[in-house]
Each structure stands twice: as structure tokens, then as C-alpha cells.
């Protein structure tokens, strides 16, 4: 990290990171750790959680946008995550926390059961050599573990502008139980709440087309 991302995580840490206990590995979530977000908030209200959250462009402008609800940024690189902090003080983003791990061990040791609003999936890695797919993020397994955290109605956005991606992401969670489609046709509208972020428009530049996909979580029975 730059010196001014090191005073950044020494200085905003303690209040935008939640300290989370470790299992074995060095960005896992110890299985019992759940927190209770009314504490961490400090009230009740819509959570809304980024997985992937890079320098936090996207996440800090919808908490600034939205300070009716709670917004958590997980994301694995402690750079981004300091960059995020600083911007997020800049904005006056107090309804925002961060955490340091890996996404579906947040999901399902970190956050209680259904008590997620919204799931934000926005432009994760491709892995796209063949020999690396299988280190993609939306598996089955990952839906699995999105809808124990959503709240019955609780909405999972998507978007990559990789096209394999994006039809390996439809095909799992179309097979999925636990949600259905929010969207009619072969793919989301825009999700009008992601700002318009320098990734998303260097990928348009160089000719891929941005796709969204929206899953609304069932009724538990």
C-alpha cells in the first residue's frame, strides 16, 4: 500500500473495518463468528452488501446516495480497502463498514441468516483462461450461500461484461431453488443503482457489452 493508504487503514480501520476472527486461513471467517448488524450499525435498516467492492467506487456512492440504509464492502485486497475508507470519509459514508475476507465464508459465518436486502455480484474476476474457471465466483455453491443470507425478497444484482461469465452466471442461478428470475427477456435492465464506475467504462471502450442479471430470493417454506 501507498504511505497515504497505510495511515489511511491505522487511522479510519477501527471505524469502517469489522475485526473478524480468523479460522485457519489468513482472510477466513471463524464459523460462529456472526455479528449482530444492529450493534454494528448502530440501528436497524436495509443491508445492503458488495462483494468485491475493489476501490469501493461503486459502494461509496450508493451509501453516500442512500443514507436510509446499511452498506458492508467485502474485498480481499487491503489496498482497495483503504482506498474505499478514504474515500467513504471524504463522503460523509457513516452507514458504511468494510470487512477483510473472503465473500461466501462472510455470507455464511459472518452475517446472520436472512438478513441481507440486497446481494451486490458487480463485474467479479472472469478467470477467463479455461484452466482458471473454476475459481469463479458464481457457482452453485455461492448460490447456496447468497440465499441463506438474503431475506425472503431479497434481491441478488449481478453484472460482468464477460459474456461466458455472464451465461455460466444465468445457468446456475436459473437452476436455482432458492431464487427466480427479476427480469423478463435474456438479461437485466441496467441496475440503475451502480454508478458508472472507470472499469465498467474501459470495458464498454474496448467493445465488451456490459450484461446485468437480477434474482429475487423465495419465500423460505
Known sequence: MSD???RAWEDLGPRYVIDTPRDVAELSILPGSTIDPASVWGR????IVEIGSGQGHAIVHAASSRPDADFLA?????AGIARTMLDAERAGADNLRLVEANAPEVLDHLLPAASVSELWVFFPDPWHKKKHTKRRLVTPEFAAVAALALKDGGMLRLATDWEDYALQMRSVLHAADDFEPAFEGEWAPRF????????ERKGARVGRDIRDL?????PRT
Open 4 to 6: 497515504g493508504q497505510e
Open 44 to 47: 436497524s435498516a436495509p443491508l
Open 74 to 78: 467485502i474485498e480481499v485486497f487491503r
Open 192 to 199: 440503475d443503482g451502480r454508478v458508472l464506475t472507470a472499469f
Open 214 to 218: 437480477a434474482y429475487r430470493r423465495r
